[in-house]
């Protein structure tokens, strides 16, 4: 069994942890049930929904060439390994949709699990996903409404 850092801090600092740095523009790497077939993916966080429980996240995909048309790639947000540290390469963030995800079960992850915190999304690309996704007409209404964006 390997032990990772954050085993060795106490519960409390990684309960702070988790609310220090589960916020808009986060991005994790964690398990997903939303994916066919569920995997380890990376994604940014948008917004908490404590009311219902539900926390709005994007994904960050390697690559869009499976995406053959022009408007939906035209909703990828580039983000470059340069000025995100956080990933492997050069790579690009789904604007197409929010998906919502436990806020529960996320928390618990990341309290259990520090390491899945991965950095936070550089502040221009931000912006830019963000402008796509306001204007996204591949996302509904009320799920621009819950996050944020309108």
């Given at each position: 069994?390997?032990?990772?850092?954050?085993?060795?801090?106490?519960?409390?600092?990684?309960?702070?942890?988790?609310?220090?740095?589960?916020?808009?523009?986060?991005?994790?790497?964690?398990?997903?049930?939303?994916?066919?077939?569920?995997?380890?993916?990376?994604?940014?966080?948008?917004?908490?929904?404590?009311?219902?429980?539900?926390?709005?996240?994007?994904?960050?995909?390697?690559?869009?060439?499976?995406?053959?048309?022009t408007w939906l790639q035209a909703l990828q947000?580039?983000?470059?390994?340069?000025?995100n540290p956080f990933l492997t390469h050069d790579?690009?963030?789904?604007?197409?949709?929010?998906?919502?995800?436990?806020?529960?079960?996320?928390?618990?992850?990341?309290?259990?699990?520090?390491?899945?915190?991965?950095?936070?999304?550089?502040?221009?690309?931000?912006?830019?996903?963000?402008?796509i996704i306001r204007d996204a007409i591949t996302?509904?209404?009320?799920?621009?409404?819950?996050?944020?964006?309108?």
């Amino acid at each position: 069994m390997m032990i990772r850092i954050g085993d060795l801090f106490p519960p409390q600092f990684r309960k702070d942890f988790c609310k220090n740095h589960l916020i808009k523009g986060a991005v994790l790497r964690a398990p997903t049930e939303i994916t066919t077939p569920p995997k380890i993916k990376l994604f940014v966080v948008w917004q908490l929904e404590e009311s219902i429980n539900r926390i709005g996240i994007s994904f960050i995909n390697s690559e869009i060439t499976s995406i053959k048309s022009t408007w939906l790639q035209a909703l990828q947000c580039p983000l470059s390994q340069k000025n995100n540290p956080f990933l492997t390469h050069d790579s690009f963030l789904d604007c197409s949709r929010i998906h919502e995800k436990d806020l529960n079960k996320v928390r618990d992850l990341l309290v259990m699990d520090t390491e899945i915190f991965r950095g936070n999304i550089f502040p221009d690309d931000l912006l830019k996903a963000e402008e796509i996704i306001r204007d996204a007409i591949t996302i509904e209404r009320k799920l621009k409404k819950r996050y944020g964006f309108i």
